[in-house]
């Protein structure tokens, strides 16, 4: 059977189709979801995708966890359903409490666009099973408020339980507290990425194919299941 992976569009949501391709490429179906319906159609994934969903009015992601579709996403999240954010999405389950921390202006106070290299530092989530520890990859970076921020107390527990996934290498882009890129909940199901792997997926369209990886994992997620 072919997984079928959720995703969400808001107001102001521009990587949905990306995402929807980027699951296409890598086996499964991709379902569109809106953030102003009640169900999650049956998906066994779902995809939180980039943009500036509500025009990042008051914070980036703060309107959005209020959008009808979350209250049944967070139950499902808790309940073990695997949850992808990238960049948007990821600012969407900080500010749901999926994640901890917050995500910020950039240290620069600029927009920044670029390849970027990061190191998988947890290759063990339901989005990561694809990569090996420590493997390097280049994927997109393209935000204003990508700075990781935690309290001391967060961050320690983040680094000592293996819950920060990705890591920035050569340059931290948005001076995000230790280099963070990604981090996970406890149980690995639910990951908030900054970075961008669904502009990566082909050698013709990004810098590389190295963000495929993240959708094949929770394929083979559900293959196992």
Request: hydrophobic content about 45%.
């Amino acid at each position: 059977m072919t997984a079928r992976v959720g995703v969400i569009t808001f107001p102001g949501s521009l990587d949905d189709r990306d995402a929807a391709r980027a699951v296409r490429l890598a086996g499964a179906e991709p379902v569109p979801l809106w953030h102003a319906a009640t169900e999650l159609r049956e998906v066994d994934a779902v995809i939180l995708p980039g943009g500036f969903s509500y025009g990042d009015y008051l914070r980036a992601g703060a309107i959005a966890r209020f959008a009808p579709l979350m209250e049944r996403l967070a139950d499902a999240a808790r309940g073990g359903m695997p949850v992808l954010g990238i960049c948007n999405g990821f600012q969407v389950l900080c500010e749901s409490h999926l994640l901890p921390g917050a995500l910020t202006r950039n240290a620069s106070l600029h927009f920044v666009c670029r390849a970027q290299r990061l190191r998988v530092e947890n290759a063990k989530t339901d989005w990561t099973r694809s990569y090996e520890e420590g493997q390097e990859i280049v994927i997109p970076i393209k935000n204003i408020d990508g700075c990781f921020i935690a309290d001391p107390e967060t961050l320690e527990e983040l680094e000592s339980s293996g819950r920060v996934v990705a890591r920035y290498v050569d340059v931290n882009p948005n001076g995000s507290l230790a280099d963070i890129a990604g981090i996970c909940n406890e149980a690995g199901n639910v990951v908030g990425l900054m970075p961008h792997p669904e502009h990566a997926v082909e050698a013709l369209t990004g810098p590389s194919s190295e963000g495929l990886g993240f959708f094949t994992s929770v394929v083979q997620r559900m293959v196992s299941a």
